[in-house]
């Protein structure tokens, strides 16, 4: 069964950094685009950041662009989110998410998903 897991959330004070990784297994994923979603309480989840196959085509949202910094290893089957300059509002739940495909910014569009780490950020 393939499966996607995140690890590395945690709590830090604002202008901290952090680095989320998120592992997939089976070797589909090495085909796949990879991108990190999050969701605050109460809100819809939203997108930060993806991946293509490649490596090479990277996309971000406005929010987190010059902040925040994806990057996959195929060999490993591995992606990761370097979070720089974190700010209280980039506290929520992170999310690894995968799909055959570039599904642009709508979550909808993806078709697996990890469990999700928390991270969260003090003033």
């Known amino acids: 069964q393939t499966q996607l897991v995140e690890s590395g959330g945690g709590l830090v004070q604002a202008g901290d950094s952090l680095s989320l990784s998120c592992g997939a297994s089976?070797?589909?994923?090495?085909?796949?685009?990879m991108g990190w979603f999050r969701q605050a309480p109460g809100k819809e989840r939203e997108f930060v950041a993806a991946v293509e196959r490649s490596g090479g085509n990277t996309y971000y949202a406005d929010s987190v662009k010059g902040r925040f910094t994806i990057s996959r290893d195929n060999a490993k089957i591995t992606v990761y989110l370097q979070m720089n300059s974190l700010k209280p509002e980039d506290t929520a739940v992170y999310y690894c998410a995968a799909n055959a495909y570039y599904s642009g910014t709508y979550y909808g569009g993806y078709r697996y998903w990890g469990q999700g780490t928390q991270v969260t950020v003090s003033s």
């Open positions: 089976g070797r589909t994923f090495s085909a796949y685009v």
